[in-house]
């Protein structure tokens, strides 16, 4: 538990001196909440339920673990992800003096109403996969921090904060069952977090003890929950192959002490794949949170997923799709031992599909094999 603790106070720490050096950002409506979001997925639009075939089944889809059938590592695995208006801030606040009121009060004013976003995975987040008895297999450890911000009230800025630090160990499997198409699978996670959900002013921010309150502020916990999931291959005469996908995320919700609580998921999806030449093509589609377990928000666009998926003879691929209504495109470069990912999306972080985009942009390096 060492290591975990490790990472938590590392990732944590980090966001909380990325926040101090934006110094800005409340969620008028929040967003979706995802333990985690894989670069594959979210170029295709974040439909993965019934894809699932890579080391992000073990977060999106755990029966689709039972795909695997060689040795699979990742041990090096840095990931940036950052939003359009937060690459904006970054450069404004290089030449703005943060212990200073003034200066802090018009650099927050000048991003009234812009949702800031930054999540960093912890640069040695390994996870190993392999096949026993036919059964996939999957274990993970890591770590990630996240970061949403808006500013309101352009008179008296008020930056509202919502930071997350997780760490895990967990496990999973996946098996293709006798009844001809039907594959299921299940993990199992320990979660340790800390969670920060404040406001803060332009005099707060600029204060001498400032890192000390937000320290102060966050809140920790930890629980243990499990996914479980099916994916079924319609038995069709065609060049088509059709998959039906579902996944419960969080099957037992579990309260994470004072942190903020992991909430269940139901999500649907259909996946279609067909190779020629070489080529494999695959295309999604995706409702998320059927069961509206998330009463926060009831619009059914902002659960709508699709995307598809060119995966070229060479070492490219390339994705696109619809994330909430919103466009998004990827690609991955896989040099075998070394793979390059890269993801653009946008995110809704208002009340109902279209009403405010957040364009997110997302790159990770993968050393493995």
């Known amino acids: 538990m060492k290591h975990l603790s490790f990472l938590k106070i590392n990732g944590f720490a980090i966001l909380s001196v990325l926040f101090v050096f934006l110094s800005a950002t409340c969620l008028s409506a929040k967003e979706y ?7 594959r997925p979210l170029g ?11 080391e992000n089944a073990l977060f999106y889809n ?3 673990l039972s795909k695997i059938s060689t040795f699979q590592l990742g041990v090096f695995n840095p990931l940036i992800e ?13 030449d703005a003096n943060l212990d200073d009121t003034g200066e802090t009060t018009d650099l927050m004013r000048k991003y009234v109403g812009e949702h800031q976003h930054a999540r960093i995975l912890f640069p040695v987040s390994p996870y190993v996969g392999f096949n026993v008895s036919n059964v996939g297999i999957m274990i993970s450890g890591g770590g990630q921090g996240t970061m949403d911000v808006e500013i309101r009230n352009p008179i008296w800025p008020e930056a509202y904060v919502n930071l997350l630090g997780d760490a895990w160990i967990m496990g999973g499997a996946g098996a293709k069952l006798p009844l001809n198409g039907l594959s299921v699978g299940g993990n199992l996670k320990y ?8 406001v803060y002013t332009a005099a707060d921010i600029a204060a001498d003890d400032f890192e000390d309150r937000l320290d102060d502020d966050r809140k920790s916990g930890n629980g243990i929950t499990m996914d479980i999931g099916a994916i079924y291959r319609l ?3 065609s060049d088509f192959k059709t998959d039906l996908g579902l996944s419960i995320q969080n099957l037992f919700e579990s309260d994470m002490g004072d942190a ?3 909430k269940r998921s139901v999500n649907l999806g259909v996946a279609v794949e067909r190779s020629f030449g070489g080529f494999k093509a695959i295309g999604a589609f995706d409702i998320m949170d059927i069961t509206r377990n998330f009463d926060e928000d009831d619009d059914f666009m902002k659960r709508i997923h699709m995307g598809a998926e060119v995966q070229f003879p060479t070492i490219l691929a390339l994705r696109a799709g619809f994330n909430q209504g919103y ?15 890269f993801a653009t999306y946008g995110e809704e972080v208002g009340a109902y599909s279209g009403q405010r985009e957040d364009r997110r942009y997302v790159g990770q390096l993968t050393i493995g094999w």
């Open 44 to 54: 295709m639009g974040g439909a993965f339920t019934a894809v699932s075939d890579d």
């Open 260 to 262: 903020e609580d992991l």
């Open 191 to 198: 979660i340790q977090r800390e969670s920060l959900n404040e």
């Open 33 to 39: 909440p995802n333990f985690f979001r894989g670069v």
């Open 82 to 94: 950052v939003s359009e208006g937060s690459i904006d801030l970054f450069n404004d606040v290089q």
């Open 235 to 237: 038995p069709l005469e």
């Open 62 to 64: 755990p029966a689709g």
């Open 327 to 341: 466009l998004s495109a990827g690609a991955t470069a896989d040099f075998w031992a070394l793979r390059l990912d």
